[in-house]
């Protein structure tokens, strides 16, 4: 169903938001593995803008849908999907990709990440699973997870991970601050929540090959990925601090 403030269900214990973009091909047996896995979640697709049937299949399996009038990015839709929880309530929400490289079982242990801190990761590079990556990628992810982790005052190795859940406060300043540039959504709004005084950890997951499409892990896109990855940590390191105060 598309939502509405008339038709919208009462708000469960936790909101699952999926970010979809022209994901026609593998939503439908992501959502209803989501569905099987853990019958009691809420979840809200937010199509960024699809050309494809991507939002019908998803209402069609019985997701609420929340339709972006054109593509704003991962950034983008995660924060049209933040102030949807905030709006309704939802103590916790988690990101969870429609590609199906998330493995939904994961989820809870996710979730209790956040009885110790007020963002958990799903890290990859955590001693569980076999996901692996090279090169200039893999350079770029051990830097950035390095510097975040002397950010945080916490070890973290996976500081690019989407698979990402977050409490009240740390709803509240996705809300304030979720850029839409690339890799904001995960290392300039980490960077930012850190140094405005949100806690985060990080829990093992597995992380699966996408169920449809094509991976960019080409040499050239992996020296992109380097010097992108490089550029967004220096921007979120020159942004605002926004402070508890200002997030009530």
């Known amino acids: 169903m598309t939502t509405t403030d008339q038709d919208l269900a009462a708000p469960g214990h936790f909101l699952v938001i999926m970010p979809a973009w022209n994901e026609e091909a593998v939503i439908g047996a992501?959502?209803?593995?989501?569905?099987?896995?853990?019958?009691?979640?809420?979840?809200?697709?937010?199509d960024?803008?699809?050309?494809?049937?991507?939002?019908?299949?998803?209402?069609?399996?019985?997701?609420?849908?929340?339709?972006?009038?054109?593509?704003?990015?991962?950034?983008?839709?995660?924060?049209?999907?933040y102030k949807y929880a905030r709006r309704f309530g939802y103590e916790r929400a988690i990101q969870v990709d429609a590609d199906g490289q998330h493995d939904p079982r994961d989820i809870v242990r996710v979730l209790a990440g956040l009885e110790d801190a007020d963002i958990s990761i799903g890290a990859r590079f955590a001693?569980?699973?076999?996901?692996?990556?090279?090169?200039?990628r893999r350079w770029a992810m051990v830097f950035?997870?390095?510097?975040i982790s002397r950010i945080a005052r916490t070890r973290l190795t996976d500081v690019t991970s989407g698979f990402r859940a977050a409490n009240r406060a740390a709803i509240r300043q996705y809300?304030?601050?979720?850029?839409?540039?690339?890799?904001?959504?995960?290392?300039?709004?980490?960077?930012?929540?850190?140094?405005?005084?949100?806690?985060?950890?990080?829990?093992?997951?597995?992380?699966?090959?996408?169920?449809?499409g094509t991976p960019s892990?080409?040499?050239?896109?992996?020296?992109?990925?380097?010097?992108?990855?490089?550029?967004?940590?220096?921007?979120?390191?020159?942004?605002?601090?926004?402070?508890?105060?200002?997030?009530?």
């Not at 803008?49 to 399996?61: H, I």
């Not at 996901?131 to 200039?136: C, D, E, S, V």
């Not at 080409?218 to 020296?223: C, G, Q, S, V």
């Not at 990855?229 to 926004?242: E, G, H, P, Q, Y």
Request: aromatic fraction near 8%; charged fraction near 25%; proline fraction near 6%.
């Open 30 to 46: 992501t959502l209803r593995e989501l569905a099987d896995a853990l019958p009691e979640a809420d979840i809200l697709v937010v």
């Open 48 to 81: 960024d803008g699809s050309s494809d049937g991507t939002a019908r299949l998803a209402e069609e399996v019985g997701a609420r849908v929340m339709r972006l009038p054109y593509n704003l990015g991962v950034g983008g839709a995660m924060r049209a999907g």
């Open 127 to 136: 001693d569980r699973g076999s996901y692996q990556a090279r090169g200039p």
């Open 144 to 147: 950035l997870a390095r510097t």
């Open 175 to 212: 809300c304030e601050h979720y850029p839409a540039e690339y890799l904001g959504d995960t290392i300039d709004s980490l960077v930012v929540a850190v140094r405005s005084g949100l806690t985060v950890t990080q829990v093992p997951v597995e992380m699966r090959p996408r169920q449809a």
């Open 217 to 248: 892990n080409n040499p050239w896109k992996a020296a992109v990925y380097l010097f992108r990855s490089f550029f967004a940590l220096f921007i979120a390191l020159t942004r605002r601090k926004v402070h508890p105060e200002e997030r009530a």
